[in-house]
């Protein structure tokens, strides 16, 4: 089974980033996104799903992660997780294989 992913414009953006040790900003998704699933390409660390509509909470810092056997899982400490944008999305954590590790290449799907 394949599932195939392709952007659609104002409704979805299937693209990468790369790492920074500053944070990452994405900003040309081209609508505010209310999910966005995050995954490392080069690490085996866990798929990230954010997004604004589950009534956990926590703001920002909750998370999915879709292959893991846990529930809905915070950011931890100093740890700010994803924050949706009007125009995609910012990282601000700078310490996280999941979301923002320096130099490392990140696979993104956003739908609005």
Do not use: H
Request: charged share 15%; net charge negative; aromatic share 14%.
């Amino acid at each position: 089974m394949a599932y195939c992913w392709t952007s659609v414009a104002g409704y979805s953006k299937v693209s990468t980033y790369t790492g920074a040790t500053s944070g990452v900003t994405v900003n040309d998704v081209g609508f505010a996104p209310s999910f966005v699933l995050i995954k490392n390409t080069t690490q085996t660390d866990y798929w990230g799903i954010f997004d604004n509509k589950r009534p956990s909470g926590t703001g920002t810092r909750s998370y999915i992660s879709p292959n893991s056997a846990d529930d809905e899982d915070v950011y931890s400490g100093s740890l700010s997780g994803v924050t949706l944008t009007s125009t995609g999305f910012a990282i601000d954590n700078t310490n996280s294989n999941m979301v923002n590790e320096n130099g490392e290449t990140y696979l993104y799907m956003a739908f609005k």
